[in-house]
């Protein structure tokens, strides 16, 4: 999942992002409101956190320019205006969470989570794909009573894809919302990455889950 | 005195209303028992006469020929009538039947004036009496002459009773309708007083209802007397400057709460993120560098906050001596050069190297530090910042310019207000936090001074310190 973190606070930019990184999304940050405009706007990011009081440009001024674009990431305010004026505006411009400074990183967490469950319909913390078991907060995989130990990069290729279960999943799609901004990678190394995913997750015996989808893309069910 | 407004109009309006009633109760009875008095001695005169010119001379005799209808008069029972005539040495011609053996006072009066008495009866009741002196008539067939010694006194009485009554009447009337005025004067007062402070009571239920969470509401709107308009217009004045000083104080404690909570987030983040999981000994360095960074920021701002607050209380002491105002200059402007440099800033102090100022160094350190970092923040890439100096009397007179600024005229207003920022997202976030020439006027100030801004055409921000020699130390 691929979010996108606008704070103008240095030290708490880099460790939320670093944070975020390490729960496995891929994170862009920006310090500056013009800039984290033209990155919302140049990326289908999955959850966007936005504080408000930037320079370049107010946090609630790219809310409207972004959903005056028609974008449809969800954006969670981080910010330490706290009234309730701040929130309703925040709210009624179109955001989908609001958090106060200071907050728990657990807490940010789980609402990002939330968030993305909220972006593929899956209220369920747990997603089930015939035997293969997915829980969403812990970020270990099942398959049967089998626990499957998987990097950072192939759980986020296989949570997105199992957000999108049943649905042809492009690999710009994949490389979009798994990859970070200034990462050095292509879409070709999804390939790669779902190469290590059916190695991990196919069992002989058992239903075939990751389905390629000849000049489209991968998908992620128990039937062909 | 009492406290209370409506009774003391009360008191106010009844009380002239009952002096004014006395006096007009007290001077009418005076004028109509005058004019009664008036009437009944002019009836009684009126009698007198009648009887004087009844009296005749015949001869050595004199005599009274009463008519019929006289003697009626006279003999009126319901109002008694009595008369007495005496020759001037006292015998007495003629009297009225009625009076028997009795005699009526013999009153003394001038030939030319009659005289009136009021009197008691002996069963008590009460009675007036007229004296005159008159020539009897004669009769011309006896051939009976007028002469001095026939100038007889008559003294006619008559019952008052009826006169008293009138009196009386008339006393009680005047004390029935007085009081009658009074008790619809008091109700309608009171009414009037009512309804007068109604303004007075709906004016203190609006101040009332006013809380200290809604000051924007203000006093008697529509239908305020205009005697009370001043007190209103007063009233209005200190709501206004009461909301004002609420409204600073909330922006203040929200400012603080604001500026603490962003860096409170960053060390926060760092220390959860970085104690989520084993790391190697750099990477729990580079966190705790991090943290100490944020804490040193807060705790400049909350050391500045400190300052500002007993610099207004008036708790920060002072001591005085002489300071070259070159030399502190650059003394000050030292930590920001190499950063001034990196911008490729020119600085020049142009202040006389013998320029002196008798204050407390330490202190105006402080300014001088707050004022040049914030030039150097917000110079503009290879801009300029100019120091000069000039000495008035008795005061040292600073001014910084710096070039890049972009501040409006309304801005140039607020600068020396806490936590203001011209841009109030922070591109400085957690370095500055809009304290610095908030602290620097109260410095000034406390030490004797004044402090301006302005900017000048071309983007020059320019800061203006007047510091007086101080020679005490508080």
């Given at each position: 999942?691929?979010?996108?973190?606008?704070?103008?606070?240095?030290?708490?930019?880099?460790?939320?992002?670093?944070?975020?990184r390490e729960?496995?999304?891929?994170?862009?940050?920006?310090?500056?409101?013009?800039?984290?405009?033209?990155?919302?706007?140049?990326?289908?990011?999955?959850?966007?956190?936005?504080?408000?009081?930037?320079?370049?440009?107010d946090?609630?001024?790219?809310l409207?320019?972004?959903?005056?674009?028609g974008r449809?990431?969800?954006?969670?305010?981080?910010?330490?205006?706290?009234?309730?004026e701040?929130?309703?505006?925040?709210?009624?411009?179109?955001?989908?969470?609001?958090?106060?400074?200071?907050?728990?990183?657990e807490?940010?967490?789980a609402r990002?989570?939330?968030?993305?469950?909220?972006?593929?319909?899956?209220?369920?913390?747990?997603?089930?794909?015939?035997?293969?078991?997915?829980?969403?907060?812990?970020?270990?995989?099942?398959?049967?009573?089998?626990?499957?130990?998987?990097?950072?990069?192939?759980?986020?290729?296989?949570?997105?894809?199992?957000?999108?279960?049943?649905?042809?999943?492009?690999?710009?799609?994949?490389?979009?919302?798994?990859?970070?901004?200034?990462?050095?990678?292509?879409?070709?190394?999804?390939?790669?990455?779902?190469?290590?995913?059916?190695?991990?997750?196919?069992?002989?015996?058992?239903?075939?889950?990751?389905?390629?989808?000849?000049?489209?893309?991968?998908?992620?069910?128990?039937?062909? | 005195?009492?406290?209370?407004?409506?009774?003391?109009?009360?008191?106010?309006?009844?009380?002239?209303m009952?002096?004014?009633?006395?006096?007009?109760?007290f001077?009418?009875y005076?004028?109509?028992?005058?004019?009664?008095?008036?009437?009944?001695?002019?009836?009684?005169?009126?009698t007198a006469?009648?009887?004087?010119?009844?009296?005749?001379?015949?001869?050595?005799?004199?005599?009274?020929?009463l008519?019929?209808?006289?003697?009626?008069?006279?003999?009126?029972?319901?109002?008694?009538?009595?008369?007495?005539?005496?020759?001037?040495?006292?015998?007495?011609?003629a009297?009225?039947?009625?009076?028997?053996?009795?005699?009526?006072?013999?009153?003394?009066?001038?030939p030319?004036?009659?005289?009136?008495e009021a009197?008691?009866?002996?069963n008590?009741?009460?009675?007036?009496?007229v004296a005159?002196?008159?020539?009897?008539?004669?009769?011309?067939?006896a051939?009976?002459?007028?002469g001095g010694?026939?100038?007889?006194s008559?003294?006619?009485?008559?019952?008052?009773?009826?006169?008293?009554?009138?009196?009386?009447?008339?006393?009680?009337?005047?004390?029935?309708?007085s009081?009658a005025?009074?008790?619809?004067?008091?109700?309608?007062?009171?009414?009037?007083?009512?309804?007068?402070?109604?303004?007075?009571?709906?004016?203190?239920?609006?101040?009332?209802?006013?809380?200290?969470?809604?000051?924007?509401?203000?006093?008697?709107?529509?239908?305020?007397?205009?005697?009370?308009m001043?007190?209103?217009?007063?009233?209005?004045?200190?709501?206004?400057?009461?909301?004002?000083?609420?409204?600073?104080?909330?922006?203040?404690?929200?400012?603080v709460?604001?500026?603490?909570?962003?860096?409170?987030?960053?060390?926060?983040?760092?220390?959860?993120?970085?104690?989520?999981?084993?790391?190697?000994?750099p990477e729990?360095?580079?966190?705790?560098?991090?943290?100490?960074?944020?804490?040193?920021?807060?705790?400049?701002?909350?050391?500045?906050?400190?300052m500002?607050?007993?610099?207004?209380?008036?708790?920060?002491?002072?001591?005085?001596?002489?300071?070259?105002l070159?030399e502190l200059?650059n003394?000050?402007?030292?930590?920001?050069?190499?950063n001034?440099?990196?911008?490729?800033?020119?600085?020049?102090n142009?202040?006389?190297?013998?320029m002196?100022?008798?204050?407390?160094?330490?202190?105006?350190?402080?300014?001088?530090?707050?004022v040049?970092?914030?030039?150097?923040?917000?110079?503009?890439?290879?801009?300029?910042?100019?120091?000069?100096?000039?000495?008035?009397?008795?005061c040292?007179?600073?001014?910084?310019?710096?070039?890049?600024?972009?501040?409006?005229?309304?801005?140039?207003?607020?600068?020396?207000?806490?936590?203001?920022?011209?841009?109030?997202?922070?591109?400085?976030?957690?370095?500055?936090?809009?304290?610095?020439?908030?602290?620097?006027?109260?410095?000034?100030?406390?030490?004797?001074?004044?402090?301006?801004?302005?900017?000048?055409?071309g983007?020059?921000?320019?800061?203006r310190?007047?510091?007086?020699?101080?020679?005490?130390?508080?």
């Amino acid at each position: 999942m691929r979010l996108l973190l606008i704070e103008d606070f240095r030290a708490l930019r880099q460790y939320v992002a670093k944070g975020l990184r390490e729960a496995g999304f891929a994170v862009d940050t920006s310090g500056d409101g013009e800039e984290g405009l033209w990155y919302a706007m140049s990326n289908d990011y999955d959850v966007v956190i936005l504080d408000l009081m930037l320079p370049g440009m107010d946090g609630l001024e790219i809310l409207k320019k972004l959903r005056a674009k028609g974008r449809n990431s969800h954006v969670l305010i981080l910010t330490a205006k706290d009234r309730v004026e701040d929130r309703v505006a925040g709210l009624d411009l179109g955001a989908d969470d609001y958090l106060v400074k200071p907050f728990a990183f657990e807490e940010l967490l789980a609402r990002v989570r939330a968030l993305l469950r909220r972006s593929y319909v899956e209220k369920n913390p747990q997603i089930k794909i015939g035997d293969l078991r997915i829980e969403l907060g812990t970020q270990r995989v099942w398959r049967g009573r089998e626990q499957i130990k998987l990097t950072r990069r192939e759980y986020a290729l296989l949570e997105y894809l199992a957000m999108r279960a049943g649905q042809v999943v492009s690999r710009t799609d994949m490389w979009e919302h798994v990859y970070e901004f200034k990462s050095s990678s292509s879409s070709n190394v999804v390939d790669v990455y779902i190469g290590y995913l059916r190695k991990k997750i196919e069992r002989p015996g058992k239903p075939v889950l990751i389905h390629t989808v000849w000049g489209r893309g991968y998908r992620l069910g128990v039937q062909p | 005195m009492t406290r209370s407004l409506q009774t003391r109009l009360l008191v106010g309006m009844i009380g002239g209303m009952l002096l004014l009633l006395t006096a007009f109760s007290f001077t009418l009875y005076a004028v109509i028992s005058r004019a009664l008095v008036n009437r009944f001695d002019a009836a009684l005169l009126s009698t007198a006469q009648m009887l004087a010119a009844s009296v005749e001379v015949d001869g050595n005799d004199i005599e009274l020929e009463l008519e019929a209808q006289q003697i009626a008069l006279l003999n009126d029972p319901e109002r008694p009538m009595f008369y007495q005539i005496w020759r001037p040495d006292g015998q007495i011609i003629a009297k009225s039947p009625a009076l028997g053996t009795n005699d009526l006072a013999h009153l003394e009066c001038s030939p030319d004036e009659p005289a009136f008495e009021a009197s008691r009866r002996r069963n008590g009741r009460p009675e007036r009496s007229v004296a005159l002196k008159f020539m009897p008539g004669f009769d011309d067939e006896a051939g009976s002459q007028p002469g001095g010694d026939r100038i007889l006194s008559l003294v006619v009485t008559r019952d008052a009773g009826d006169l008293r009554a009138e009196l009386s009447f008339l006393r009680w009337l005047l004390l029935l309708t007085s009081i009658a005025v009074v008790t619809v004067s008091i109700l309608i007062s009171a009414i009037v007083v009512r309804r007068g402070l109604v303004p007075l009571n709906t004016i203190a239920g609006e101040i009332g209802a006013i809380t200290e969470e809604d000051l924007s509401a203000r006093i008697g709107d529509a239908d305020v007397p205009t005697e009370i308009m001043p007190i209103r217009d007063k009233l209005n004045t200190l709501l206004s400057r009461l909301e004002a000083a609420f409204d600073r104080e909330r922006r203040f404690t929200a400012d603080v709460a604001h500026e603490l909570r962003t860096p409170l987030a960053g060390m926060r983040s760092a220390m959860e993120v970085t104690l989520a999981r084993e790391r190697d000994i750099p990477e729990y360095e580079s966190a705790l560098r991090d943290c100490l960074t944020i804490v040193a920021s807060m705790q400049t701002m909350v050391e500045n906050l400190l300052m500002i607050a007993r610099l207004e209380a008036g708790q920060v002491s002072f001591r005085a001596e002489q300071i070259l105002l070159a030399e502190l200059v650059n003394v000050c402007w030292r930590p920001f050069a190499q950063n001034a440099e990196r911008h490729r800033i020119t600085f020049e102090n142009c202040i006389q190297k013998g320029m002196a100022v008798h204050s407390d160094v330490e202190n105006l350190s402080m300014v001088l530090s707050n004022v040049l970092g914030n030039a150097a923040e917000y110079t503009d890439h290879a801009g300029r910042i100019r120091v000069t100096g000039n000495r008035t009397n008795h005061c040292a007179e600073v001014a910084v310019a710096n070039t890049g600024c972009s501040l409006t005229a309304e801005h140039v207003l607020q600068v020396f207000d806490c936590f203001w920022r011209a841009d109030p997202s922070r591109k400085d976030a957690g370095v500055h936090c809009g304290l610095g020439l908030a602290l620097v006027q109260r410095i000034v100030k406390a030490l004797g001074g004044t402090t301006s801004v302005d900017v000048q055409p071309g983007g020059i921000f320019m800061v203006r310190l007047t510091v007086p020699d101080t020679t005490h130390v508080h």
